[in-house]
């Protein structure tokens, strides 16, 4: 996971522990809270997760994350149904900066305005866009995010 970055999703198993099978049709029952580097725990913004797909991975349900609830260092996410006898597992993710991901990757330069773009694994996708601005007497590098 990216820290403090938006449209990124994790995923919860959910299963039956009285049939010992994954339970499918239950996003409505599951919800989840959110802790940030071990702080007091808050409601995930995604109410209810979505359903992978019930037919090939029965049992995935994933929480849609705002960009806030991902900076953080340590991620904890407890999930729960209300729906008996079914049971979510924690999960727990180290996050990484944007600049753990980026080294090694390929890189555009623009000629005529300099702008940076650094792309994906599959070289298309871009990650990274670094905007050069020169004020005479100093050059500043801006990062951001291409909107998804």
């Given amino acids: 996971m990216i820290k403090n970055k938006a449209g990124q999703k994790v995923l919860v ?17 599951i919800t989840a809270y959110i802790s940030r ?6 409601q995930s913004n995604d109410v209810n997760p979505s359903e992978l797909d ?14 806030d609830e991902s900076n953080c260092d340590t991620f904890f996410m407890s999930a729960a149904s209300v729906t008996e006898n079914v049971q979510l597992d924690p999960v727990r993710i180290e996050t990484k900066g944007l600049a753990d991901n980026y080294f090694g990757k390929l890189r ?10 650094i792309y994906d694994d599959d070289g298309v996708t871009p990650i990274l866009i670094e905007t050069p ?11 951001s995010v291409p909107e998804e």
């Fill in 13 to 29: 198993f959910a299963y039956d522990i009285a049939n010992n099978t994954p339970k499918t049709g239950d996003a409505s029952n």
């Fill in 37 to 42: 580097d071990g702080a007091a725990p808050a």
């Fill in 54 to 67: 019930a037919v090939n991975m029965p049992g995935v349900y994933a929480f849609d994350l705002m960009r």
């Fill in 108 to 117: 555009m330069q623009n000629k005529s305005t300099g702008v940076i773009t």
């Fill in 133 to 143: 601005t020169d004020d005479g007497e100093d050059i500043t590098i801006t990062p």
